[in-house]
């Protein structure tokens, strides 16, 4: 067996034996990086992000933000111990922080880490829109979408490297464009993609199970496109899926997140 095709097959083998299973969809995701690694890192960066920006406290805003982050917490809780993975959520540290900061942004880190930027509330207005915000956000973390992006991004360094091995010297500036945009425009964004809708059809559950009304996420897509003016990149060279795409999605499966939260009793939802 020569070098490329020896390459191949241990990367095919690390592939196979790095995997987890994403508890929502049932189906394996890439785990090349273990949670082991990655949390302890992610906790010890939201600590210093806090320590270096203007965290809100003692405000209506910032006990609404820890209010719905716990409201979603304890829904993912209940789904993932209903469905079987007991012990999931073990070595999570939920925070739910809001900062003072004009973007129009909020994220998750793994583990439960997670910032709500004081920019995104006029767009969120309410409890509720808030929820479709954290509840997508908190999926992410869930779904272990930044241990995946962490493995590809590491798989695709290790395809680089063979590929340059395997090519003549002549070729290989040709072969690292061609591999680069290649796997970037036609594997790493329609993977960032996927993980997007992943993360706004498992939100749109978590916020249902936790009492808010699905059918608003759509109406808070709807606000976000109109702040974003209209203006986006062609989906496919962006990271996420286009603002119509994300509305079409959450009316769509806005039925079916009702559905699952009566599972757990609940009948009312807060718009």
């Known amino acids: 067996m020569n070098f490329r095709n020896l390459s191949v097959a241990v990367g095919m083998l690390l592939v196979f034996l790095s995997c ?83 973007a129009v942004n909020a994220w998750c880190m793994p583990g439960g880490k997670i910032v709500v930027y004081t920019g995104i509330l006029p767009i969120t207005q309410d409890e509720t829109g808030l929820a479709v915000v954290m509840g997508h956000e908190v999926a992410h973390a869930l779904a272990n979408h930044g241990q995946q992006r962490m493995s590809a991004s590491q798989l695709q360094q290790v395809g680089a490297a063979v590929g340059a091995v395997a090519v003549n010297e002549e070729n290989q500036q040709m ?11 036609g594997v790493m964004l329609p993977f960032s993609r996927s993980h997007e809708t992943e993360a706004d059809k498992i ?21 976000m496109k109109a702040n974003s003016g209209g203006s986006a990149q062609p989906e496919f060279l962006s990271t996420h899926p286009s603002n ?19 599972k757990y009793g609940v009948t009312n939802f807060k718009s």
Do not use: C, H
């Open 20 to 102: 987890n299973q994403n508890p929502f969809t049932g189906k394996k995701t890439l785990a090349v990086v273990p949670n082991s690694q990655i949390l302890p890192m992610a906790f010890q960066q939201y600590d210093q992000f806090l320590q270096e920006n203007q965290v809100v406290t003692g405000t209506s805003e910032a006990r609404m933000v820890k209010d719905v982050g716990q409201k979603i917490a304890t829904a993912a809780e209940r789904y993932l111990n209903a469905n079987g993975y007991q012990g999931y959520l073990e070595d999570y540290r939920w925070e739910y922080n809001l900062v003072n900061d004009e």
């Open 175 to 185: 072969f690292q464009t061609a591999y680069g945009l290649g796997t970037q425009v």
């Open 203 to 223: 939100g749109l559950t978590l916020m249902a199970i936790a009492g808010y009304d699905p059918d608003e996420a759509a109406e808070l897509w709807r606000r």
């Open 244 to 262: 119509d795409t994300r509305i079409n999605n959450l009316e769509a499966w806005s039925d079916e997140a009702k559905a699952e939260a009566r």
